[in-house]
């Protein structure tokens, strides 16, 4: 990675570790490659912790994209099913090993087969409920374990990444889903408040449709190109556009903002 406008680097300096959940693929993908590119840009030692459960060979391609020649920006893969416990746990040792954490983009989640409410079984609801609210309050919960200037550490920021559904409600697609996206919104404006005064930002965005694989996973893969044409701006958005967001509320641009949920669905 190169930049023509970069401060000269301390590549000694301790870095910032920000870790990413489903840091690989996607929007999670797009924001390690932003944050590498900043930190390039400012001069600025970080650590990308890109998380994965089951595509190592694609999170291994991000850490080696992100990484720099010169030290300043560092990164490594780190394999966990944030629905499980031990794994966020694992997660979070894996990043104390390289620094001290101060952002996390709770990122990782999933969709399940589009298909109508009648037919909604308890192991569905439950594996959607374990990664995307469990998942997500786990991986928020040793963030702030760690970022807390309560208990010494140097305050942070966390995203959660929610999305519209949350407010559209998903029908005739995944309820599920969007419910559990109204639970990740819940506890942003919920915890934002709890850890204001520890010196933790907790904000959300909430993309609308936006081009990435997990799309396939609903049965639908072309779904943003069909339906792209019904957002205002005529299109789906891509990751790079979310991760855009992300990285700006991780920045200490943002150093008034918590309790937000930030819309980016092209004008829906
Ligand atoms: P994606 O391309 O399918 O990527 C999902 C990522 O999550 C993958 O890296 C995957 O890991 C990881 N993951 C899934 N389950 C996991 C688990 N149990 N533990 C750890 N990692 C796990 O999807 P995306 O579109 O980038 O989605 C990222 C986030 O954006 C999700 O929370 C999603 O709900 C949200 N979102 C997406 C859209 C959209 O239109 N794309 C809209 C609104 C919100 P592997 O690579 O190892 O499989």
């Not at 023509?4 to 929007?27: C, F, H, K, L, Q």
């Not at 694992?90 to 037919?119: H, K, M, S, Y």
């Not at 909604?120 to 997500?136: C, S």
């Not at 949350?166 to 419910?179: C, K, L, M, Q, T």
Request: charged share 20%.
């Amino acid at each position: 990675m190169t930049s023509s406008d970069a401060v000269a680097p301390d590549a000694t300096a301790e870095p910032n570790v920000i870790v990413i959940t489903g840091g690989g693929r996607g929007i999670g993908a797009a924001t390690a490659r932003r944050l590498a590119a900043d930190a390039v840009d400012t001069g600025t030692r970080i650590h990308l912790v890109v998380n994965y459960t089951s595509d190592e060979r694609s999170a291994q391609a991000v850490v080696d994209e992100a990484t720099s020649p010169d030290g300043l920006v560092t990164a490594g893969a780190v394999g966990a099913d944030i629905s499980a416990e031990a794994d966020v746990t694992r997660l979070f040792a894996a990043a104390d090993e390289t620094g001290r954490l101060t952002g996390l983009v709770n990122n990782a989640g999933i969709v399940q087969p589009i298909g109508p409410f009648v037919d909604l079984d308890p192991a569905r609801l439950e594996r959607t409920w374990a990664v995307n609210i469990t998942g997500a309050f786990l991986c928020a919960r040793e963030a702030v374990r760690r970022m807390s200037t309560a208990s010494g550490g140097a305050g942070g920021s966390i995203v959660n990444v929610s999305s519209r559904a949350a407010s559209f409600g998903s029908p005739n697609e995944f309820i599920d889903y969007a419910a559990s996206k109204g639970a990740v919104d819940t506890m942003t404006v919920g915890l934002a408040a709890e850890v204001a005064a520890r010196g933790i930002r907790v904000n959300a965005v909430r993309p609308g449709l936006i081009d990435t694989d997990i799309h396939a996973d609903a049965g639908y893969p072309d779904r943003v190109t069909a339906l792209g044409g019904n957002v205002p701006m005529g299109r789906g958005g891509t990751a790079a556009e979310v991760a855009n967001l992300i990285a700006w509320l991780l920045s200490d641009e943002a150093s008034y903002v918590t309790g937000a949920l930030m819309d980016i669905g092209g004008g829906r």
